[in-house]
């Protein structure tokens, strides 16, 4: 079992900054990719980017990519920068664990592990 917890999320003005954490613990031993999504009532949640184990591979959603930044240090951490915030990118935001190998995982359904998640409002 992995347990994650995310922190960070709060409100902001359009054109603002977050950074998001999420913590795992547990059995971290078998933590592969990481990733950060996000759930819109209403809507599919979406990937926003996934990290390899080492931190050396970043990938990102198409929407996304440019004003988001996701990076994890050595104590299983994982990091999400949030950049030039626009009221669409109102959300939950989630940290997500895959014990998928390769290739990256993508899909929520390949990932296992899902924190409680952290509110993100943004105001115009």
């Known amino acids: 079992q992995v347990q994650l917890v995310e922190s960070g999320g709060g409100s902001v003005q359009a054109g603002g900054s977050l950074r998001l954490s999420c913590a795992a613990s547990?059995?971290?031993?078998?933590?592969?990719?990481m990733g950060w999504f996000r759930q819109i009532p209403g809507k599919e949640r979406e990937l926003i980017a996934g990290?390899?184990?080492?931190?050396?591979?970043a990938y990102y959603g198409e929407s996304l990519k440019g004003r988001f930044t996701i990076s994890r240090d050595n104590t299983n951490t994982v990091y999400l920068q949030m950049n030039s915030l626009k009221p669409g990118d109102t959300a939950m935001y989630l940290c997500?664990?895959?014990?998928?190998?390769?290739?990256?995982?993508?899909?929520?359904?390949?990932?296992?592990?899902w924190g409680q998640g952290t509110q993100v409002t943004v105001s115009s």
């Open positions: 547990g059995n971290t031993d078998r933590t592969n990719y």
């Open positions: 990290i390899s184990p080492a931190g050396r591979t």
């Open positions: 997500a664990s895959s014990n998928l190998l390769f290739p990256p995982p993508r899909a929520p359904s390949e990932f296992i592990y």
